[in-house]
C-alpha cells in the first residue's frame, strides 16, 4: 500500500493516552511498553489489537497470560520446532490493550529449518496417541498442584511443634514459596498449552495448502467442514448442563429448581421426592466441567462457573424449559459428521489420480488426529488451570485485605506479579519485627489511583493496528486464527460508515434471517431471545449453551480456526466472523441476513 495518510494507521508514539490515564505506563513491566528510543523501529512494523483473546483492559497483575502465552508460543516456533516460515510473535501494551506483531524466519534461513523440523514435527506426529496421554498427566499434575496452594493470614505466634521438631523455618518463608509455587504453576501450565497447539495448526494448514493447490476452486470453509464434527473436550461442560436438564425433566424437579436464587432452588430440589439423586450429579458435574470461565479465561475479572453458580443454574434452567416444551436441546453432531463425510468423498473424487488420493487422505487423516486439541486444550489451560489459578491469588488477596493492604481480595490484581514479592516480604516483616507494615499505608490510595487510570483507558477503544500495514497479508497463521486479511485492514483504514453490508469470514455455512441481538460479554447473555442472531466482538466457549437459542452469529474478530468459528461449526450455526465493525454497524432490533457460506451480513432494515 502507498504511505499515505489514509493507508496507514496510527503510531503508538502518537497515540495518547485519554484524559485521566497519565501514567499508564509504570502499570506494567517495562518490556511491555514502546520505548521512544526504539521509535523508529518500532514505527517500521505492523501491530495489530488482540482482541480475539484479550479484548478489555489489562489490570497490571492479569499481563501475566499475555506474557506467558506469547513467550511459550514463540519458543515453540523458534526454539523447538523450528517452524520454517515462522518465529514468535512480538507484542506490547499500549494504552491497556495488547498489540501483535508476527515475527518471519528470514527467507534465507528457512532451507535449513525443514529438515530440523520435520525431525521435531515428525516424532510428535509419529508418537501423538501417547505423547498427548503424556501431556494429560502433566497438565492434571499442575492442577492438583494448584488445588493444594492454600494462603492464610499469619499466626500470631509459630506454632509450638515447629519449635519442638527443629523446623527452623517460618509461616512467611511458606507463604512467599507458595507464592512463587503459583506464578511458576502458571507458567507450566502455558509451557503445556503450546507444546501440542502450533502442531495442530501445521497439520491443518498443511491439509489446507495441499487441498488450495489441488483444487483451486476449493473454498476455505469446504477445507474446513472436513475436519468438523470431531468430539473435543471443550464442549463437556455445555454437555454436562444439558445431562443436568434431561434428568430435572426425567425426576420432575425442574419445577422447584426453576424458582429463586441458587441457594433457593437447590433447597427447593432438596425438598422433592427425587432431588438428593440430582443434587448429587449437580455435585458431580462441579469437578472439573464448573471450572469454565464466562470468558476467555484470560482475565482475573473473568467469572467462573464454580465461584458463580447462578450461570450453570440458569443455563441448565433454560435447558429444561426448553425440553418441556417439547424442543430438542442436543447438538446435532450426527448430522455435522455425515456433512462432513459426504463433502469429504465429493472433494476427494475430484482429484486426479489415486496418488494424489493417498497424499489427501494422508494428510486429512492427520489433521482429524491432531485437531481436536486445539479446542481441547483450551478447556485444560485457560479454563480448569486459570479458574483455579485466579481462585488462589484471590485467596491470598484477601488475606492481605484482611491485614489492612487493601480494601477487598480482588484489589490484588491491581498491583504487578512483581511488586507482590515486596508486599509480602512488608507483610512478613512487619509480622516478624512486631510492627505495621508499611502497606496498609501505600497500598490503598495507589490502588484507587490505578483503578482511575484503568477507568479512564476503558473510556478509549482501542486502534485496531498501528503503523503501515503489509500491501499484502500473507502470514497464514494471521489470517487463520484472527481473520486478519488484507480485505479486513482495508476496511478497518477506510473511513466510510456502513452502507448496509459487512463481509467477513465465511466461518459455517448457511443463510438465516432474523433479529440482532447485539451483546458486549457475556453478562448480556440472558438477554437473547429464541432465534434472535447474536453479533458480538467476540464469542467465548463458555457461551456454547445460548447456541441452542440463536439462529446465528456475527463476530468483529476471528478467523476460520478461531474458537468462534470452529464453535458455530460443530453447533450447526451459520457465522461470520471476523466482520471488523458488526456491532458498532448493528444495532439490537435491526433485522439482519447472515450469510456463513459467502462471509456477508446485510443490514436489512
Known amino acids: 500500500m502507498p504511505t499515505t495518510e489514509a493507508s496507514r494507521f496510527v503510531s503508538p508514539y502518537e497515540d495518547p493516552a485519554p484524559e485521566g490515564a497519565e501514567g499508564w505506563e509504570e502499570l506494567y513491566p517495562y518490556y511491555l511498553r514502546f520505548r521512544e528510543d526504539r521509535r523508529e523501529f518500532e514505527e517500521s512494523r505492523f501491530w495489530f489489537a488482540d482482541l480475539q483473546h484479550w479484548p478489555t483492559v489489562f489490570k497490571p497483575f492479569d499481563t501475566i497470560t499475555v506474557e506467558f502465552a506469547i513467550k511459550c508460543l514463540g519458543q515453540y516456533n ?42 521435531r514435527a515428525g516424532h510428535y506426529f509419529a508418537n501423538w496417541p501417547s505423547l498427548l496421554e ?108 444439558r445431562k443436568l436438564a434431561k434428568l430435572a425433566v426425567e425426576l420432575d424437579v425442574d419445577g422447584p429448581l426453576s424458582a429463586g436464587d441458587v441457594d433457593t432452588a437447590l433447597a427447593a430440589v432438596a425438598r422433592a421426592p427425587r432431588g438428593e439423586e440430582w443434587l448429587a450429579a449437580w455435585e458431580a458435574a462441579k469437578d472439573p466441567w464448573f471450572n469454565f470461565s464466562s470468558g476467555s479465561g484470560m482475565y482475573s475479572s ?117 511488586e507482590l514479592q515486596q508486599v509480602l516480604f512488608d507483610y512478613g516483616n512487619g509480622w516478624g519485627i512486631g510492627v505495621e507494615p508499611m502497606g496498609p499505608y501505600h497500598w490503598p490510595g495507589e490502588i484507587a489511583r490505578r483503578k482511575r487510570i484503568l477507568a479512564a483507558l476503558d473510556r478509549k477503544p482501542p486502534a485496531p493496528a498501528m503503523n503501515e500495514p503489509p500491501e499484502v497479508v500473507t502470514e497464514p497463521f494471521t489470517i487463520m486464527l484472527y481473520g486478519i486479511t488484507t480485505e479486513a485492514v482495508a476496511g478497518w483504514l477506510s473511513s466510510e460508515g456502513a452502507t448496509g453490508a459487512l463481509s467477513g469470514m465465511a466461518a459455517s455455512p448457511g443463510v438465516v434471517e432474523g433479529v440482532a441481538r447485539v451483546v458486549s460479554g457475556a453478562d448480556e447473555l440472558d438477554d437473547v431471545q429464541e432465534g434472535e442472531i447474536l453479533v458480538a466482538r467476540i464469542t467465548a466457549p463458555s457461551w456454547g449453551p445460548v447456541f441452542a437459542r440463536i439462529g446465528a452469529a456475527v463476530t ?20 461470520v466472523t471476523g466482520a471488523g465493525s458488526a456491532t458498532t454497524a448493528i444495532r439490537t432490533g435491526q433485522r439482519i441476513r447472515v450469510d456463513g457460506s459467502s462471509g456477508t451480513v446485510t443490514i436489512l432494515d
Open 134 to 241: 503424556n501431556w494429560d498427566r502433566k497438565i492434571r499434575r499442575v492442577i492438583a498442584d494448584l488445588e493444594a496452594l492454600e494462603f492464610a493470614p499469619l499466626p500470631d505466634v509459630v506454632p509450638i511443634e515447629d519449635v519442638r521438631s527443629g523446623k527452623g523455618l517460618d509461616p512467611t518463608f511458606a507463604l512467599i514459596h507458595d507464592y512463587n509455587r503459583a506464578i511458576e504453576l502458571a507458567y507450566e501450565a502455558f509451557q503445556y498449552h503450546f507444546e501440542f497447539l502450533n502442531l495442530g495448526y501445521v497439520a491443518y494448514l498443511d491439509f489446507f495448502q495441499f487441498c488450495k493447490e489441488a483444487l483451486p476452486a476449493i473454498a476455505d470453509l469446504g477445507i474446513a467442514k472436513m475436519v468438523q464434527g470431531i468430539e473435543v473436550v471443550l464442549f463437556r461442560p455445555d454437555e454436562e448442563l
Open 78 to 119: 523458534t526454539r523447538h520446532l523450528l517452524i520454517p516460515p515462522a518465529n514468535g510473535i512480538d507484542y506490547r501494551v499500549h494504552n491497556g490493550y495488547v498489540y501483535m506483531s508476527p515475527v518471519p524466519v528470514p527467507e534465507e534461513d528457512i532451507p535449513a529449518r525443514v529438515p530440523e523440523f520435520m525431525e
Open 556 to 575: 468483529d474478530i476471528g478467523g476460520m480456526m478461531s474458537h468462534a468459528a470452529i464453535v458455530c461449526r460443530e453447533y450447526g450455526l451459520p457465522a
Open 302 to 418: 473473568d467469572r467462573v462457573w464454580l465461584d458463580h453458580l447462578d450461570i450453570p443454574l440458569g443455563f441448565v434452567r433454560d435447558y429444561a424449559a426448553r425440553l418441556r416444551a417439547g424442543e430438542a436441546i442436543d447438538r446435532p453432531t450426527a448430522e455435522i459428521a455425515a456433512e462432513r463425510d459426504r463433502i469429504t468423498a465429493e472433494y476427494r473424487e475430484l482429484l486426479p489420480d489415486d496418488e494424489t488420493r493417498r497424499v489427501f487422505d494422508e494428510k486429512l487423516g492427520l489433521s482429524r488426529l491432531v485437531f481436536p486439541y486445539v479446542e481441547d486444550h483450551n478447556f485444560y489451560i485457560e479454563h480448569w488451570s486459570l479458574s483455579v489459578f485466579w481462585r488462589k491469588i484471590r485467596q491470598l488477596g484477601g488475606v492481605l485485605a484482611d491485614a489492612g493492604f487493601w480494601g477487598e481480595a480482588d484489589d490484588i490484581f491491581y498491583v504487578r506479579r512483581d
